[in-house]
């Protein structure tokens, strides 16, 4: 059952990567982090998944918690997050701020102290405003180091990023995992055609997370990039000139276009998904905080007026059909909105969306194991020796 | 301590079964297993028990998820679920619906997939609506083969029903190990004389599977069932006649009374429990589905004032009188609904209740380990080597 | 690495003490425990402190339920109770009463027992009403008993007092321990100054628990302790008559003051704290039996008002260069109300809070280990055997 030399092979590659970089850290954004840092974690998601598959328990913790702070709706990262925590070992807690006193004038300094004496993991979630997540995400990160300097905490717990307003680095890993195992290894990434392209959804307000997290990793990695979108529905600048940086530096291709039908054509891989204009997130962040309840009525009309024009955007056979060979590989974070489906118009035709629906619950899949990696990554610091640990000590997951 | 020879009895039993058709399986309906499928359950149930009181831990994962999914408000089975989870070594996140973006378009298809990478066993309740319990379990059920089947999913999380529109088997079976301990085993059952009579309630749209699957389950073992009820609430018409079949086949008896004085005399057992009629529960679920919320009032309003006339139906020390020498074994399902305690009138009589308290409390605690051997049943083929495998690795529950 | 020395100082430590009183009892108030059980508990939460610290697994349970009641909004408690089950590997879940059929009738008597059936502890907060807290421990413990003694239960559940009206034991207890970590001992406690002052701030009806746990824990060790509070903002007085008498029988002091300045001179150890006055607290219990909504709004202005005249009682610099050589130990049970921090006008001067911000991190620290020691104390008769296996066994934490 076992094929060792498959596991050989695997370790060796672990091997060959500087991994220990990441020992010690968050996973916060992809782009603060090395190559070597980006193929470890990936490598070591791929080895635990291949030894959970050959029944191997990969625990890492006798007792310790995660801790998740969800504060926006969460179905598919929260079952990763808590998969990937019970994997190692971790009972999840869920931070709900209603049921705590943080509404009377705690600090987040205070509060995560409190709450990570017996802790090893936080993943967070804060997707809602530009120019908030990622900055919470560096206030607890600022409060964990407090306290671990000054003796409060006995381990400085890792905080993952389950998604900001930067950057989705679990959902952008996994992708990346998925794009390895379709073409066959790193090497193979380089020169291939995605497309990440904005589709037409009957919501507003989506998160500029996933598309940014996409072409400031890929980008990494010599793909050749396009990105797709209606006039005025641009995403954060610095980071699209950081993806511009990086396409030139791997030697990869990056170039932005406002037609689908051009951005799909020799397609390798096609990620057509909505989001929202990074224009109107600034107008909504600033209406928000003045509490502008009228202003945000308004603007949420005017964006969906907005949007309504463009319901040509969206992923028909006709446009899969200008990829290469017609058969270029779809990908969708999901849940996709599904013409017909799940909506009246959507990101996608109910066929299109059929035909390559197994392919995108694989590239989902990857996410607890992605999460995993990152938990391990930042706890220990010599990856082979854990793996080589791991199978020595032979302890099964399914004990019967 | 460890009584040596109960457990030999207890293990030369089980191995008298064919219980490896639970294998693979899902626990949604009693009437879909064999009897050797259902004698396996509890045989496994009492050996969990045994061991479990004998400080055996019976721990059959590392790690590995147990999801909830209440669809309606609960304790003792939220609780049950939770211990058996527990007790086998899994950790349990709720699928809170609240919580996640199935509102936004998700189909069950995709969702029961993204939560299910890591997932051994997923426990349902559903039981709101006639006509929607059962088929949402079989929907999931379809979700999961069809992810396992496509190698989305590394394992097939077992699906066991905590209550749907037809039947109550997590119940009905923890009852049956309470007949089965009351009477000294399951070869006492035939002939033994139960009632299960519908008792006065003040409120309304009580499910129909506790009794439902009482009847559906007792009459497998040739029991002499009376199901009495005033004239009107009837139960789903094929579960009776099902149970009628049944009652023939295995030498029972099955009849419907009017009057709970007639059905109680020379009962061995009593089980007088609320429920709704069929025709409301039919009614209420097309007003539903049609959004008339004026008509659920009136509906309510009407099902209240046809139960009013029925206050008589309730359990008296004189109707107990009228059981086999005065001493017939009273069962519920709890919370019961008990005159001047937890109601102006209701389903039993204070004095009644406190004298069956503790024997009801007894009945509700072999409901962990039925579950516990619901999931277990369902994910090793070989029972009788398991519970060799528990006791031969002698892993303590309680360390010190 | 491990401190041989240390850990035998402090396991010969624990054999001096009495230690069996504790084992299948409850902790519910201080002052129903001998001297031996409370420096028991401290002893036994040292050592746990000690061995996680060393990488040691001080698991105790290899199944089990941790059940926990918040009847209140609570962050660390909550945090603390499910930190210190894990350690000690049971499973935590939250009993939320509004997601449970207990408003359809159900009795404390048979919920208790229902979901106990595979649990080890309860941890309970109910800390709203003045009357109500404690005896809701006392119901749950008799039905808890009463379960256990009629064989419903396999194990009688423990109960923790996670904050009643009374007192709040696992803080007074993290708070001794901070003490005797500081001072270097129990015998060094003995004639110190501490101060448990009032303190301003814009919220009511903040409870009793916190004083009472002060006073009545702190008497029993000989400390000189001094109650400051405006003329008015009693305590109950049973509570404060038992405080006194300890002070008595301990060689040690208690005196009542209405300034803090008086209070604060050559003070060791100042705790300056809001709470509601007595009185308000009676007539606000009152006021919510007889659903009286508007009382209560008048009652709320009455008391803010009142409070806004002793915005003067308040954490100054000034104030604390009247202890002893200005550098008294400050307490917080947090969160505190920050002047100019967390709210306008509060309990303590922002420069105050800083300079004690770490210490009051620490001593939050030992809230989740003294409930680990309260729970294996209530579980374990013999504690040096248990530590003992502990240190023997050498079962890591973390495992790589």
Known sequence: MFDNEKFQQLLSDLKQLKSENLFGKDFLLTWEKSIDDLKTVI???QILRFLRNNNYSVKAFDSGLAISIFRDKSTRTRFSFTSASDLLGLQVIDFDEKKTQITHGETVRETMNMIS????????????????????????????????ANGVLPQRPSIVNLQCDLDHPTQAMADLQHLVNYFGGFDQLKG???????????????????????????????????????????????????????????????????????????????????????????????????????GLDELEKQALAENAKHKDWTTTDKLMQLTKEGKALYMHCLPADITGVSCEHGEVDADVFERYRIPTYVQASYKPYIIAAMILTSKFGNMPAVVEQIVNRNRKRVLF
């Open 192 to 294: 291939k055609k995605i497309v990440m392209s904005w589709a037409y959804s009957p919501s507003y307000a989506k998160p500029l997370s996933v598309p940014q997290g996409i072409i400031g990793l890929m980008s990494r990695f010599g793909m050749d990039i396009t990105l797709a979108y209606p006039e005025g529905y641009d995403l954060v600048p610095e980071i699209v000139e950081m993806a511009k940086a990086n396409a030139q530096r791997t030697g990869g291709n990056f170039r932005i276009v406002h037609s689908m039908e051009e951005a799909f054509k020799d397609a390798d891989v096609v990620y057509p998904k909505s989001w929202a204009p990074f224009h109107i997130m600034q107008e909504r962040t600033k209406l928000l905080k003045a509490g502008d309840q009228k």
């Open 117 to 148: 004496f017996m802790t090893e993991v936080i993943g967070i979630r804060d997707d809602m405003f530009l120019g908030y997540g990622h900055q919470y995400m560096l206030d607890v990160a600022k409060a964990l180091d407090d306290g671990y």
């Open 43 to 45: 490598q070591v998601s």
